[in-house]
C-alpha cells in the first residue's frame, strides 16, 4: 500500500465536493441518463424536452455518426446505414448473429477473433463501436446537464446478459471515455428506484414489458443484497403487439386490406399507437384515416373494446410469470412487491391484471420508461462516494456455474451458480503424466458433468511447470468473479510460482432461453450425468495406471521378471486396454483391480530395488546424520 | 485486539501533535474509494465524538468509528520509509487482498 500522512480533521477527501455520476439505461430501443441532482434522481434531457434516446446510430459517408431521434426516420429511407437494436448483437459470435441477422438489413461482416462487424459507409463496425456511440451522446448530454465530466457510471443490462455480453457492454463504455463503475442488472435498478432496497427483506417481481421485449424477474433482497432468483421472458413481445392488434382491427373497420401499400400500413401502425397512448388516460379515440382510395374513414375505439383486443397479447405475458415462480421455486403469496417497468405498464389494463396475477398493487409511481436509469442513478451516486455512510453494497449472483475441464472431458466446478459475486475461489490441480511441462486450462460455463455439454468460455495454457512425475506439481488455479459478473482466471505452479491468467472476452454470446434451456437440461441429464462421470473417472484412471505400468515395465520390467510374471501383467494389462475405452465402469473397475493384483509382486521389487540401489555404494554413517 | 503503534509510527505522531500545538491524537479509518473497495483514513482529532472507541498506545490516543473498527481491529499502524517517500503504514490482518494503484483493499 501507498505510504499516508496525517491529515486535518475532516480534511481527508471524504465528500468534499459533489462527485458527477450518473446512471444509463442502454435500451435495445431507447436509451436513458440520470444523476442524482440535489438528492433527487433526475432524468437527463437534450434540452429540447426529449428525454429517451432511441438507441439509433446513422453512419454517414462523412462527418461524425449521428444518434438518436433525428436519424430514427431514416431506418426506412437509409436501412443499411442506419442501426438499432445493437444491443441483441452485444458480446454475439458470427454464428449466433447469422440466426438474428435475417430479421435486420444490414450488411454483417466477418472480422478477426469472430467478432462480427456491420458494414457501413463510413466503414465496417462492430456492436461495441456502435454501442460506444449512443454512450458518447448520453455521455455528453449528462456532461451538458451536470457541468463537468463524469466521474462514473452505472450502466445497466438485462439479468440474463452473460460474462460476454457483460463484458462488451464494458468495452463499448471504455471507447466512450466512461469509467463503468459498476454494470446493473436492470431488474435490480428499478427495485432500487423504489427504495425496495430500503424496505424489509423480501421477494419481489420485477415486470419490464418494453417496446419489443418482454422480461419478468424474481429478486430475493436480505441482508441488504439483491440476489436474481429466476428470469423469464420474450424476447418477441411487447408495445408492438398491442399496437399491431389495434392495427389490424383499425384495418377491419376502415376496410383497408392487409395488402395496402407500405406507407399507409406505416400511417395505420401510427394512427395505433395514439390511440393506445391516449387510451391510458381517456375513455374513447376518435380516429380520422385517409384510405388508399382517397376517402376519409373516420371512427372510435372505446376504452372496453381497446382493453378487449389487447387482453390476449398481455395474456401472453403471464405464462412466463407462473414459469419464473415455479423456476425460483415460489408461491405467488411469497412476492411482497411487484415493480412495473417499460412504457407500455402505463395501460391501466396491464396493471389491473398483473395485479390479478400476484395478487398485489404494482408499483406504478415512477415513470416506467425512466426507472431503470433511475435506479443507476442512485447507484451511481453511492458508489462514486457521495453518500457517506451509506453501506449499501449490491450484489448479484452468477447465472451458471464456472469451472475448468479436467482429464476425461470432464468439468470441475469451482464456482457453483447462483453464487453471489463477487467472489474468489481457488482449487489445486496436478499434473497428469510424467515430467509434463503444461496445462491447458479451459473455462467452461453450465451445470452438466461433461465439457462437450456446456459452454467454452476461454482456453489457455499455462507453461513452464518443472518436469516432475505425474501428480507432483502443484498448480493452483483462482477464480474471480469481479462486481460486475466478469471473471477472470489465474493459473499457478505453486513451486516456482510461474503463473499466467486470462479476463474472459467475448467468444460468443448466450440468449436467455439458452441459459434456461442449460438449466433444465442438467436436471433432466442428471442421473446420466453422474453415471458418465463415473464412467470417464474410471477412464482416466485406467488410462493413469496403465501408463504407470508402461513406464515401470520399461524401466526395469526385464531386470526384475520372470517371462511368466511379465506375460501376466501383460495379459492384465491388455485386458485393462481392451474394455478401458467401453462403456462399462463395472468391467473397468474389474480390470484393473486384477491389473493390480497382477502388479503387487512387481511394485513391491521395485521398491526395494531402488532403496538398494540409493543405498548401494553408500556407508551406513553418511545416513545418520 | 484493538489498535497498535510501533514505536516509529508512535514517535512521528507525537511529534506531529507537538508542532500542531494542538490535538487529541489521531483517528483511523476506512471510506470506500479506489478501485478495490475501501481505503484508510488517517487524521488528526480535535475532540473524539460521542460514539468513537478509543484506544492508547505508547503515549498515543487512536480514535476509531464502530464501523471503521470491523475493518481494522487487530491494525498495527507503522512508519516507514520506502525509496524516498516516507510515511504511514497500515499493517491490517484483515486485508485479503489489495488494488494494483495501492489506494484501496478488500476484506
Given at each position: 500500500m501507498s505510504l499516508m500522512q496525517i491529515s486535518e480533521p475532516g480534511e481527508a477527501p471524504r465528500t468534499a465536493e459533489h462527485r458527477r455520476a450518473a446512471g444509463i439505461d442502454l435500451g435495445?430501443?431507447?436509451?436513458?441518463?440520470?444523476?442524482?441532482?440535489?438528492?433527487?434522481?433526475?432524468?437527463?434531457?437534450?434540452?429540447?424536452?426529449?428525454?429517451?434516446?432511441?438507441?439509433?446510430?446513422?453512419?454517414?459517408?462523412?462527418?461524425?455518426?449521428?444518434?438518436?431521434?433525428?436519424?430514427?426516420?431514416?431506418?426506412?429511407?437509409?436501412?443499411?446505414?442506419?442501426?438499432?437494436?445493437?444491443?441483441?448483437?452485444?458480446?454475439?459470435?458470427?454464428?449466433?448473429?447469422?440466426?438474428?441477422?435475417?430479421?435486420?438489413?444490414?450488411?454483417?461482416?466477418?472480422?478477426?477473433?469472430?467478432?462480427?462487424?456491420?458494414?457501413?459507409?463510413?466503414?465496417?463496425?462492430?456492436?461495441?463501436?456502435?454501442?460506444?456511440?449512443?454512450?458518447?451522446?448520453?455521455?455528453?448530454?449528462?456532461?451538458?446537464?451536470?457541468?463537468?465530466?463524469?466521474?462514473?457510471?452505472?450502466?445497466?443490462?438485462?439479468?440474463?446478459?452473460?460474462?460476454?455480453?457483460?463484458?462488451?457492454?464494458?468495452?463499448?463504455?471504455?471507447?466512450?471515455?466512461?469509467?463503468?463503475?459498476?454494470?446493473?442488472?436492470?431488474?435490480?435498478?428499478?427495485?432500487?428506484?423504489?427504495?425496495?432496497?430500503?424496505?424489509?427483506?423480501?421477494?419481489?417481481?420485477?415486470?419490464?414489458?418494453?417496446?419489443?421485449?418482454?422480461?419478468?424477474?424474481?429478486?430475493?433482497?436480505?441482508?441488504?443484497?439483491?440476489?436474481?432468483?429466476?428470469?423469464?421472458?420474450?424476447?418477441?413481445?411487447?408495445?408492438?403487439?398491442?399496437?399491431?392488434?389495434?392495427?389490424?382491427?383499425?384495418?377491419?373497420?376502415?376496410?383497408?386490406?392487409?395488402?395496402?401499400?407500405?406507407?399507409?400500413?406505416?400511417?395505420?401502425?401510427?394512427?395505433?399507437?395514439?390511440?393506445?397512448?391516449?387510451?391510458?388516460?381517456?375513455?374513447?379515440?376518435?380516429?380520422?384515416?385517409?384510405?388508399?382510395?382517397?376517402?376519409?374513414?373516420?371512427?372510435?375505439?372505446?376504452?372496453?373494446?381497446?382493453?378487449?383486443?389487447?387482453?390476449?397479447?398481455?395474456?401472453?405475458?403471464?405464462?412466463?410469470?407462473?414459469?419464473?415462480?415455479?423456476?425460483?421455486?415460489?408461491?405467488?403469496?411469497?412476492?411482497?412487491?411487484?415493480?412495473?417497468?417499460?412504457?407500455?405498464?402505463?395501460?391501466?389494463?396491464?396493471?389491473?391484471?398483473?395485479?390479478?396475477?400476484?395478487?398485489?398493487?404494482?408499483?406504478?409511481?415512477?415513470?416506467?420508461?425512466?426507472?431503470?436509469?433511475?435506479?443507476?442513478?442512485?447507484?451511481?451516486?453511492?458508489?462514486?462516494?457521495?453518500?457517506?455512510?451509506?453501506?449499501?453494497?449490491?450484489?448479484?449472483?452468477?447465472?451458471?456455474?464456472?469451472?475448468?475441464?479436467?482429464?476425461?472431458?470432464?468439468?470441475?466446478?469451482?464456482?457453483?451458480?447462483?453464487?453471489?459475486?463477487?467472489?474468489?475461489?481457488?482449487?489445486?490441480?496436478?499434473?497428469?503424466?510424467?515430467?509434463?511441462?503444461?496445462?491447458?486450462?479451459?473455462v467452461v460455463q453450465g451445470e452438466r458433468e461433461l465439457v462437450s455439454d456446456n459452454r467454452s468460455l476461454a482456453r489457455f495454457e499455462l507453461q513452464g511447470i518443472p518436469p516432475m512425475v505425474a501428480g507432483a506439481a502443484h498448480i493452483q488455479v483462482t477464480f474471480q468473479v469481479d462486481a460486475d459478473g466478469l471473471l477472470s482466471v489465474s493459473a499457478r505452479e505453486l513451486s516456482t510460482g510461474v503463473e499466467t491468467g486470462i479476463v474472459v472476452k467475448p467468444s460468443y454470446g448466450l440468449s436467455e432461453e439458452e441459459i434456461e434451456h442449460m438449466l433444465r437440461d442438467s436436471l433432466t441429464h442428471a442421473s446420466d450425468d453422474v453415471s458418465i462421470r463415473r464412467l470417464r473417472e474410471y477412464q482416466v484412471e485406467a488410462e493413469r495406471a496403465i501408463n504407470v505400468i508402461q513406464v515401470a515395465l520399461a524401466e526395469n520390467g526385464e531386470r526384475l521378471l520372470s517371462r511368466e510374471e511379465r506375460a501376466r501383467i501383460d495379459m492384465a494389462l491388455a485386458a485393462l486396454q481392451a474394455v478401458q475405452d467401453g462403456d462399462d465402469y463395472l468391467a473397468i473397475k474389474q480390470a484393473m483391480t486384477n491389473l493390480d493384483r497382477a502388479t503387487a509382486e512387481f511394485a513391491e521389487r521395485r521398491m526395494n530395488a531402488s532403496i538398494h540401489d540409493a543405498l548401494t555404494g553408500h556407508k551406513v554413517n553418511e545416513f545418520s546424520g | 485486539m484493538g489498535i497498535t503503534l510501533t514505536e516509529a509510527a508512535a514517535e512521528h505522531v507525537r511529534g506531529f501533535l507537538k508542532k500542531r500545538g494542538r490535538g487529541g491524537g489521531i483517528r483511523l479509518g476506512v471510506k470506500t474509494s479506489g478501485c478495490s473497495g475501501l481505503a484508510y483514513v488517517l487524521e488528526v482529532f480535535d475532540e473524539p465524538e460521542p460514539e468513537d472507541v478509543v484506544f492508547e498506545d505508547r503515549d498515543v490516543k487512536v480514535v476509531v468509528d464502530p464501523k471503521s473498527l470491523i475493518y481494522l481491529d487487530g491494525t498495527e499502524l507503522d512508519f516507514t520509509r520506502e525509496g524516498l517517500n516516507e510515511g504511514f503504514k497500515f499493517n491490517n490482518p484483515n486485508v485479503k487482498d489489495a488494488c494494483g494503484c495501492g489506494e484501496s483493499f478488500n476484506v
Open positions: 435495445t430501443t431507447n436509451s436513458l441518463v440520470a444523476s442524482v441532482i440535489d438528492e433527487q434522481a433526475v432524468t437527463l434531457g437534450d434540452g429540447q424536452g426529449g428525454q429517451l434516446l432511441p438507441s439509433v446510430v446513422r453512419y454517414l459517408a462523412s462527418g461524425s455518426p449521428r444518434v438518436g431521434l433525428t436519424d430514427q426516420q431514416f431506418i426506412h429511407d437509409d436501412p443499411l446505414n442506419t442501426i438499432s437494436s445493437v444491443k441483441r448483437f452485444m458480446g454475439r459470435g458470427v454464428e449466433d448473429i447469422r440466426k438474428l441477422a435475417d430479421q435486420f438489413p444490414y450488411e454483417f461482416v466477418r472480422a478477426e477473433r469472430g467478432m462480427p462487424r456491420i458494414r457501413t459507409v463510413a466503414g465496417d463496425f462492430s456492436p461495441v463501436e456502435v454501442s460506444a456511440e449512443i454512450l458518447k451522446a448520453l455521455k455528453t448530454r449528462a456532461e451538458q446537464a451536470l457541468g463537468g465530466e463524469l466521474e462514473g457510471v452505472v450502466i445497466t443490462v438485462p439479468a440474463y446478459f452473460d460474462d460476454a455480453q457483460r463484458q462488451a457492454t464494458k468495452d463499448a463504455a471504455q471507447l466512450a471515455g466512461l469509467k463503468v463503475l459498476r454494470l446493473l442488472n436492470e431488474p435490480t435498478a428499478a427495485a432500487i428506484a423504489y427504495g425496495l432496497d430500503q424496505g424489509a427483506e423480501g421477494i419481489h417481481a420485477i415486470y419490464d414489458l418494453g417496446g419489443g421485449t418482454f422480461d419478468i424477474s424474481i429478486l430475493r433482497f436480505s441482508k441488504g443484497v439483491f440476489e436474481v432468483l429466476a428470469t423469464a421472458g420474450d424476447s418477441a413481445l411487447g408495445g408492438d403487439d398491442i399496437d399491431r392488434v389495434i392495427a389490424e382491427w383499425l384495418l377491419d373497420q376502415a376496410g383497408i386490406g392487409a395488402d395496402a401499400d407500405q406507407g399507409c400500413l406505416q400511417e395505420i401502425m401510427y394512427h395505433a399507437r395514439k390511440a393506445k397512448e391516449a387510451l391510458t388516460a381517456q375513455d374513447s379515440f376518435a380516429f380520422s384515416i385517409e384510405r388508399p382510395d382517397g376517402a376519409l374513414w373516420q371512427g372510435r375505439l372505446e376504452r372496453v373494446v381497446f382493453e378487449d383486443l389487447i387482453r390476449p397479447v398481455i395474456k401472453r405475458t403471464l405464462a412466463p410469470c407462473k414459469r419464473v415462480l415455479r423456476d425460483a421455486n415460489i408461491d405467488v403469496r411469497d412476492i411482497c412487491e411487484v415493480v412495473m417497468v417499460g412504457g407500455s405498464t402505463r395501460i391501466p389494463c396491464v396493471r389491473d391484471m398483473v395485479g390479478a396475477f400476484f395478487h398485489c398493487q404494482p408499483h406504478v409511481d415512477i415513470d416506467p420508461d425512466k426507472v431503470v436509469a433511475i435506479g443507476a442513478a442512485i447507484q451511481a451516486d453511492i458508489l462514486v462516494g457521495n453518500k457517506p455512510g451509506d453501506d449499501m453494497l449490491l450484489l448479484d449472483v452468477i447465472p451458471l456455474s464456472l469451472g475448468i475441464e479436467t482429464m476425461g472431458g470432464l468439468v470441475e466446478k469451482l464456482i457453483p451458480r447462483n453464487t453471489t459475486i463477487p467472489v474468489t475461489r481457488a482449487q489445486k490441480f496436478t499434473t497428469f503424466k510424467d515430467g509434463q511441462t503444461a496445462m491447458v486450462i479451459h | -
